[in-house]
């Protein structure tokens, strides 16, 4: 029974996910739904980098289109995030502040390799193909 609802799953969590991740580069972007803690205000360029490809990537891995290379791409921002913010300020995650990039580095790996599941632009264009 469970089985039959994994594909649709898949499809709530890339849906989810990619939201909450758009959210961050939302915030640092245009300060909503408020401003990014800690975000210098301007954006450095690397800053700036990493906060369009929140909302891009987000709002495509969201979608479900381009899905693969969407997460992909995601994916690597977040395991340079880490490293670059996270593992210098320490070995635990859970001291450094860094457990929800290692999350959403991992979240988006497996939806390289997954896909986006039924409910995505991605299966429709499939199916009309």
């Known amino acids: 029974m469970l089985a039959t609802w994994s594909p649709r799953v898949l499809s ?10 758009m ?7 245009f300060a909503f739904p408020g401003p990014q803690p800690g975000a210098p205000d301007p954006l450095p360029a690397l800053l700036l980098a990493a906060a369009w490809i929140e909302v ?5 891995i969201a ?3 381009f899905t693969r290379a969407a997460a992909f791409l995601c994916s690597g921002q977040m395991a340079v995030a880490y490293f670059m913010a996270h593992g210098s300020q320490g070995f635990w995650p859970a001291l450094n ?8 580095c ?3 790996l497996y939806l390289t390799f997954a896909g986006p599941g039924p409910w995505s632009l991605d299966a429709v264009v499939r199916r009309k193909t």
């Open 56 to 60: 891009v990537g987000g709002g495509l």
């Open 97 to 104: 502040g860094g457990e929800l990039a290692i999350m959403y």
């Open 12 to 21: 709530i969590l890339r849906v989810i996910a990619a939201l909450l991740f």
């Open 23 to 29: 959210q961050h580069g939302l915030m640092k972007l």
């Open 106 to 108: 991992f979240v988006f």
């Open 63 to 65: 979608a479900g289109l």
